[in-house]
């Protein structure tokens, strides 16, 4: 896949999903654990909230409140 359509899969991932691992987020992709990484930061970058805890319970997820601002507006 293409490093936008990764990027967008990843925003999809944490946008509807659970928290997610880098690793298995690298797994579904069938990309690096440091490109998903990489990605992350871009999307950071980019305004996406994207909050990484560590730890036993850790994971990578998007703010409930981009989630819901950017499913609330219309074009």
Not at 18 to 25: E, F, L
Request: aromatic share 8%; with cysteine; glycine share 6%.
């Amino acid at each position: 896949m293409a490093k936008w359509d990764n990027m967008l899969s990843i925003l999809w991932m944490l946008r509807y999903g659970r928290k997610r691992t880098a690793a298995q987020i690298a797994d579904s992709l069938e990309i690096s654990v440091r490109t998903v990484y990489r990605y992350i930061d871009a999307l950071c970058a980019s305004g996406v909230p994207v909050v990484a805890e560590s730890g036993h319970d850790g994971g990578i997820r998007i703010l409930e409140s981009f989630k819901e601002t950017s499913t609330s507006r219309r074009i």
